[in-house]
Nanobody
Framework: QLQVVESGGGLVQPGGSLKLSCQASGFTLDQYAIGWFRQAPGKEREGVACIATNPQYAASVKGRFTISRDNTKNTVYLQMDSLKPEDTATYYC????????????????????????WGQGTQVSVSS
């Protein structure tokens, strides 16, 4: 079964840091772009960071969040620093199959329909 599972969420004070993990199972990451999305109550799900052969970031998190991948651990990470209350949301990772990725420069996307499957999410709350 192909799936991704998020972990690492929690409660943190403004200015603090969290590191989220997206563990893949049933497939290997080297042919997949991975996106991190978030959804706050009453708002649409939005992309915050994604990585194929290179990372991309939403303007709201650029310079504060860092996405990375460790193919040996089949895991993608989202390091979140300088967290703000407006970062509070449920964070989801999703996988987008790109079979040519190991040998071709590939850009990821924040278009949700592009993604093949999603995790269940992990809650991030930023509050004093």
């Amino acid at each position: 079964q192909l799936q991704v599972v998020e972990s690492g969420g929690g409660l943190v004070q403004p200015g603090g840091s969290l590191k989220l993990s997206c563990q893949a199972s049933g497939f290997t990451l080297d042919q997949y772009a991975i996106g991190w999305f978030r959804q706050a109550p009453g708002k649409e799900r939005e992309g915050v960071a994604c990585i194929a052969t290179n990372p991309q970031y939403a303007a709201s998190v650029k310079g504060r969040f860092t996405i990375s991948r460790d193919n040996t651990k089949n895991t993608v990470y989202l390091q979140m620093d300088s967290l703000k209350p407006e970062d509070t949301a449920t964070y989801y990772c999703a996988a987008d199959h790109r079979p040519h990725m190991p040998t071709t420069i590939t850009m990821c996307t924040f278009l949700r329909p592009q993604y093949d499957f999603w995790g269940q999410g992990t809650q991030v709350s930023v509050s004093s």
